[in-house]
């Protein structure tokens, strides 16, 4: 995606510029009220705000490897986090016996092993069928393609999986407990949430970048044709990256679950919107990024909606203004590199 | 399907297209259902013994009639292009047969309805798949062939009298085109509590309906016709109106409140769908938010037309307030387009579907108090000039039209001004530069192109086209909400015009009738009704990406087609083979021969 | 080619061996005729009932709830040969909380001959492009669930005039329910410092602007009102924005999907009051998801224990086979069923139907009465309920139990 200095309008940067200049004002005057509104709201605020970005930031990583490799939006990924979360619940529903699901330390391992294999044959599936025939096609047909295979799983799920039209109740797999960090109060469901993504996320950047496979996701992201020349079989690793990529939104799944106690069928749009948001911000095609995008976005959610002015209700257009204004001024983000020419 | 081609031997292909015209009229005459189903009988007296009263043939079993006599003619008289037109009837008469099997199979709780039970046999919708399949199989055995060429007049005349001999053949043709339109429309009735079959009877009915455009296409007829519009253009304009203002007269048989509202709100998707056509089918700028151009211009009119809930208590005409409403829309799409200059493909559809949904959140809010939040803004006034409100039934020409019919023909009129609008752009320097833009962005900027102002003017143009048609639409459901407008409506509009065809006027209106028409058909399908949407677009992108009705560039590109139908690939070796033979010749002319056609 | 040919002809006749050894698998076909009574003399017909109801999407469980039992209605309708002479049958259609998909099955209802009346519909801005046409082709409306006042009384509280004489609805209205709410949760509960959190829809900004002004009345302080998004399942943003303020009680406006995690992630978060909402959170699955013990919730009509409608209702309902619950506005929509059916009885008593005779169907509905599984079922003359019995339930060991009923007197 090349840039193009020459072409943006004069008045395009002047408006964008009193944007800019506008937030501030609001900023100061939000700190304003802050500082007569209480330092420990502005620390639960940002605790909340990591703790969505944990979320977050785990689903965002599947949406910047597919891109990376294959140049493909997957608009569906949200849904594959879905599918995870409710895979974990039919594990507890269907396959606990009745006796262990109070043990968290065997329900939530069953349940996080179940949304796993359920996001990952979701996944797998799509990639073969929807995407792969396409492969060569002109750039729309698999973004049409992903809009479609996400009303489709949101769909089949609200059809086929008992009584999910409405919310379902998700049980608190884990230790019932609050933990005061100082000032913050936060759950342990939470804490384990923020721990176990920021974890994944190191697993998986140490796996690419050390291991052969990861070497050669790496070639392949760069170049399908000369990756092949290498002796790397592009299919298999872009299987491999959307298996990874699914894993991933599994995790989240359940533990978005278990930290709201409620799953619906819807829960994947919105969340996908903010993960690929969070690609985005952070430079797509990397993964360091798209982590640290994702407690930004996070906290930008908390943020404005406490303190800037419509509060809840607009907290997610503060989001696209700073997507909007980040596709302006950096569109490879804050991590990406700058221009990879592609056709 | 090419994959079907020369799948036997071109010896076979005769008996094959034969047998299969024989069993059509056999499945015609058997009965297709062993029993009368609980909801009451299918219709078309399925149940009916074999051979019994053969001459009270009605509805689907006559078409499959038809089509079994026109698949004998054509296999045995030597009529060019058959082999499209045997594929055709074949698909046409499949679906028919496919649709009937599966209802009543799925109706009557197993296989056993359609085939034996009870003493009764029912094989007529097996027997109509399996002679689809052999006319389908049949007619490949050979290739596809190429579509026959039509000359201008077919009496040789020229001048005035074929000036004249030309507007007689429009003339049928659009008379044909309105009466299969109509058809269409009132295939299986209203359906509902009195009568569950309507949704199969419409898919079979669009089986016939797609068989015979089919065959007539294979023909060559309707590239005539249309080359013959392409000619005398005025004068097919003028007839094409004067079709679409007979629509709701009585002798249509659509000429009831119900017809009306569906044809006058596929006429504001379609005029939606023609804008969007602009944005994404020419300039190739993904939109997935452009609903937001339609709410907008919707809330503005609404608070224009002097509605209780509006804050401003303005009170105008309402060619004015839709005008209004119109240059704000187009207005907010230059802006909205500003910031995505730089941004290319997949990020545009972001950043679209990002405005989309500040829109949806704002409308919702109640932003400004403009939009009513939720408890939305009822009770917009009936758009009312020349002294009668559009929503009374009038009386024109001695035939008494229902309510509603007045939006119809405003409708009518605003689709053929956006139908108008996008041609002439098409052709104007500034549609060839968009459509340089959705090919290549950068070679179009190296030929001196400013792609920033083309883009933004797209937007402008699309977002006022969408404006418009949000006004309209607003004053004619008479309450304005941000129900109305949410992110499941751009995709439907997106997917109508991809659907249809990208860049094509027919297309889009095909696609936005196709998708704004089958869910109203097929409510009993309610449920599914989103996830076959979705499944379809997964469908629609594997197997025909480039619409129903695609543009030259478009078919090149998906299909690896020219225009005459011809496989580039075919077209290319054939150049390459002329070549070879020419260079193989002692009196080759110096240097490579031109090989492109 | 050859190789795809034979596998071609293996697919095919695999096909056809299967196809007849299936040939008679005819099953659970009823006889001709379809299952309904044959004592009934259904000799001059059928008659339609239409629903209009979100069928699917995301408010599919209640607009399924509504349909379900307006089917049951009917079903127990054509048992019992209310109408003589003619079968009742049911055509629901979606409308997808749509304006304009509303307004194009009220068309189609409309142009349906044999249509009596309609129950429609859940959402406020659908039946606002609906009640114009159905008021046009003089066709009764009864809505299960619209709470919005202006619907029937106009934007003019103050004038209240009534705009379309074909609406009726069977549910409260914000107007009684919020202060019936407030008197309760202040006078008896004692609560003085209340929070206000809404889901920004109509139902639920009506009932809080109703309670709080109810609310100041009785003295009590509203310390903050936020609102959540329509579809959000994490509170933490409000959860944190309330927490300062140290109210001792909440008040929720909008359904139990949402109502149930918030209850319960203010209690984790260390501010376990009491959460009180109207009629859209009284549900067991509210419970479910969440709610917990000494969560309040209003509902119209006596509680449900004491009345032998409700009780005939929820044991017929069960037995009806039907895969969804009957939600937050099945008995409101056997109500209304019934009270249609009631008002066509009342006018075809002994003749003939004429879709003529609608305007005297909403004539006779204005006058009808009956005992509902919601209360006794009569309209005022604006088209309200008459039924102004509000119960407050609370979560008592798990389960929702009655703990007071009364009126709301102006």
């Not at chain 1, 943006?8 to 009193?18: D, H, N």
């Not at chain 2, 094989?123 to 389908?136: D, E, P, Q, R, W």
């Not at chain 3, 190789?3 to 299967?18: F, W």
């Not at chain 3, 310390?223 to 409000?238: L, P």
Request: charged fraction near 15%; glycine fraction near 12%.
């Amino acid at each position: 995606m090349t840039t193009s200095r020459l072409e943006v309008p004069g008045y395009v940067r002047i408006v964008a510029g009193v944007v800019v200049v506008g937030l501030f004002l609001w900023l100061v005057g939000a700190l304003g009220k802050l500082i007569d509104g209480g330092f420990k709201l502005l620390l639960q605020q940002t605790a909340n705000g990591i703790v969505l970005g944990g979320t977050i930031g785990l689903i965002a990583l599947g949406y910047t490897m597919v891109y990376g490799i294959i140049q493909l939006i997957n608009f569906a990924h949200g849904e594959v986090f879905m599918v995870g979360a409710f895979g974990g619940l039919a594990v507890y529903r269907w396959v606990l016996p009745e006796s262990v699901r109070g043990d968290w330390y065997i329900s939530l391992p069953a349940m996080l092993l179940g949304g796993v294999i359920v996001a990952v044959v979701i996944a797998v599936l799509m990639e073969r069928f929807a995407y792969r025939p396409l492969r060569n096609a002109p750039r729309l047909a698999p973004l049409i393609t992903a809009l479609g295979v996400s009303v489709a799983l949101q769909e089949a799920i609200r059809l086929w999986f008992p009584d999910a039209a409405s919310p379902q109740p998700f049980p608190t797999v884990f230790i019932e407990a609050r933990v005061a960090l100082g000032p913050i109060s936060l759950s342990a469901s939470q804490l384990l949430l923020i721990v176990v993504s920021i974890v994944l996320a190191v697993l998986l950047q140490t796996y690419i970048s050390r291991s052969r496979m990861g070497r050669a996701m790496r070639a392949t992201s760069q170049d399908h044709d000369t990756a092949r020349l290498m002796g790397i079989n592009p299919d298999r690793v872009i299987v491999l990256t959307f298996v990874m990529g699914a894993a991933l939104a599994g995790v989240a799944g359940v533990l978005y679950g278990s930290n709201l106690n409620s799953v619906g069928n819807d829960i994947g749009f919105q969340n996908g919107i903010f993960a690929f948001t969070a690609a985005v911000l952070g430079g797509i095609g990397s993964l360091r990024g798209a982590v640290i995008g994702a407690f930004i976005i996070g906290l930008i959610k908390t943020l404005s909606g406490q303190y800037m002015p419509g509060g809840t209700q607009y907290d997610y257009v503060w989001i696209f203004v700073v997507l909007i204004l980040v596709l302006v001024f950096r569109p490879q983000g804050l991590f990406g590199e700058a221009e990879r020419v592609r056709a | 399907m090419s994959r079907l081609n020369g799948l036997i031997p071109a010896a076979l292909a005769r008996p094959f297209t034969a047998i299969g015209g024989v069993l059509f009229l056999i499945a015609a005459m058997l009965p297709w259902a062993t029993f009368i189903l609980n909801d009451g009988a299918y219709p078309e007296k399925s149940t009916l013994q074999f051979f019994d009263a053969p001459f009270e043939l009605t509805g689907f079993r006559w078409h499959l009639l038809l089509f079994g006599l026109l698949a004998l003619i054509v296999t045995f008289a030597p009529i060019p292009g058959k082999n499209r037109v045997l594929g055709a009837l074949g698909w046409g008469g499949g679906l028919i047969g496919a649709v009937g099997a599966a209802f009543i199979a799925g109706k009557g709780g197993g296989i056993g309805a359609i085939t034996a039970a009870d003493g009764t046999i029912a094989m007529g919708s097996i027997v109509a798949i399996v002679a689809g399949a052999l006319l389908k199989i049949g007619s490949a055995a050979t290739g596809p062939g190429d579509i026959p060429e039509w000359p201008t007049s077919l009496f040789g005349w020229t001048g005035m009298k074929q000036r004249l001999e030309a507007w007689v053949y429009l003339l049928v043709a659009f008379a044909g085109v309105l009466w299969l339109v109509a058809q269409t429309l009132t295939a299986g009735g209203i359906g509902g509590a009195a009568f569950p079959y309507a949704g199969p009877v419409f898919i079979a009915f669009l089986g016939f309906a797609g068989g015979l455009l089919g065959a007539l296409h294979g023909i060559g007829l309707t590239r005539w016709v249309s080359q013959l519009s392409e000619k005398h253009r005025p004068f097919s304009i003028v007839v094409l109106l004067l079709c679409a203002f007979a629509l709701p007269f009585p002798f249509t048989g659509a000429g009831s409140q119900y017809w009306m509202q569906v044809a006058a709100t596929i006429g504001v998707y379609a005029a939606t769908a023609i804008g969007l056509n602009i944005v994404v089918g020419l300039s190739g700028l993904l939109d997935l938010g452009y609903v937001a151009f339609m709410g907008i211009g919707a809330f503005v009119a609404a608070n224009l037309s002097g509605v209780a809930a509006s804050a401003l208590g303005w009170n105008l005409p309402f060619p004015l307030a839709a005008l209004i409403a119109a240059v704000v829309a187009g207005i907010l799409g230059a802006i909205v387009g500003s910031p995505t200059l730089r941004v290319r493909g997949d990020y545009l559809a972001i950043v679209t579907l990002a405005f989309g949904e500040i829109f949806s959140r704002a409308a919702q809010n109640d932003i400004g108090d403009l939009t009513g939040g939720a408890s939305a803004m009822p009770g917009i006034p009936p758009v009312s000039m020349f002294g009668t409100a559009f929503n009374e039934p009038i009386n024109l020409l001695g035939a008494e039209l229902p309510s509603g019919v007045l939006y119809y023909f405003m409708i009518v009129l605003v689709v053929a001004l956006v139908m108008a609008v996008f041609a002439n752009l098409k052709n104007s320097r500034m549609g060839r530069a968009w459509i340089a833009i959705r090919e290549d962005e950068d070679a179009a900027r190296a030929m001196g192109i400013r792609t920033g102002k083309a883009k933004i003017l797209a937007f402008l143009v699309g977002a006022t086209l969408a404006g418009l048609a949000g006004a309209i639409f607003v004053h004619k459901l008479g309450t304005a909400s941000y129900d109305s407008f949410k992110f499941l409506e751009s995709v439907t509009l997106l997917a109508a015009v991809i659907l249809g065809g990208m860049g094509t006027i027919p297309g889009a209106v095909l696609g936005a009738s196709l998708l704004f028409v089958l869910p109203e058909k097929l409510r009993e399908f309610s449920d599914y009704r989103l996830f076959v949407f979705g499944l379809a677009l997964v469908l629609i992108m594997r197997f025909r990406p480039q619409g129903l009705v695609p543009d030259r560039i478009r078919r090149a590109e998906f299909a690896g087609e020219t225009a005459e139908g011809k496989s580039i690939e075919a077209v290319e070796e054939q150049a390459v083979l002329e070549q070879e033979q020419s260079e193989r010749e002692p009196g080759a002319p110096a240097g490579p021969k031109e090989g492109r056609s | 080619m050859r190789n795809q040919t034979v596998k071609a002809a293996a697919v095919v006749a695999a096909g056809l061996l299967l196809l007849s050894a299936c040939g008679t698998n005819k099953d659970e076909s009823a006889p001709a005729g379809g299952g309904s009574n044959e004592s009934c003399d259904t000799s001059k017909g059928k008659l339609v009932l239409g629903v209009i109801a979100p069928l699917s999407g995301e408010l599919s469980a209640l607009g399924k709830g509504i349909q379900n039992s307006a089917d049951l209605a009917v079903k127990e309708a054509n048992e019992k040969c209310t109408i003589k002479g003619y079968e009742l049958v049911i055509q629901a259609e979606d409308d997808q909380k749509n304006p304009q998909l509303g307004a194009q099955a009220a068309t189609k209802l409309a142009s349906t001959p044999n249509v009596i009346g309609v129950v429609s519909t859940l959402n406020s801005s659908v039946s606002q492009s609906v009640q114009p046409i159905l008021d046009q082709a003089g066709i009764l409306q009864i809505s299960p669930a619209n709470t919005a006042d202006s619907l029937t009384k106009g934007e003019d509280a103050a004038n209240p005039t009534r705009k379309y004489k074909t609406y009726f609805r069977t549910c409260t209205v914000d107007s009684l329910q919020g202060p019936f709410a407030a008197n309760y949760m202040i006078k008896k509960a004692g609560k003085k410092k209340i929070a206000i959190i809404t889901d920004g829809l109509t139902y639920g900004e009506g009932l809080a602007d109703a309670f709080t002004t109810q609310a100041e009345k009785n003295g009590a302080e509203i310390v903050t009102r936020q609102k959540i998004g329509e579809k959000d399942t994490d509170f933490s943003g409000v959860i944190a924005a309330v927490q300062p303020f140290a109210p001792d009680g909440i008040y929720y406006g909008g359904q139990y999907p949402q109502a149930g995690p918030l209850s319960k992630q203010f209690a984790s978060a260390g501010l376990s009051v009491p959460v009180m909402g109207g009629d859209g959170i009284y549900d067991d699955q509210f419970i479910a998801l969440g709610g917990k013990d000494g969560d309040l919730a209003t509902s119209v009509g006596a509680p449900t224990e004491e009345l032998d409608s409700a009780k005939a209702f929820v044991a017929a309902y069960d037995k009806g086979g039907y895969t969804e619950a009957f939600s937050a506005y099945g008995a409101f929509s056997y109500d209304a069923a019934n009270a249609i059916i009631g008002a066509v009885k009342a006018t075809v008593e002994g003749k003939d139907w004429a879709d003529s005779m609608r305007p005297d169907v909403v004539k006779a509905a204005g006058e009808y009465k009956g005992e509902g599984a919601t209360g006794p079922v009569a309209f005022d003359k604006n088209g309200d309920s008459t039924n102004t019995v509000l119960t407050v339930y609370q979560v008592t060991g798990g389960k929702w139990k009655s703990v007071e009923t009364g009126k709301f007197e102006g």
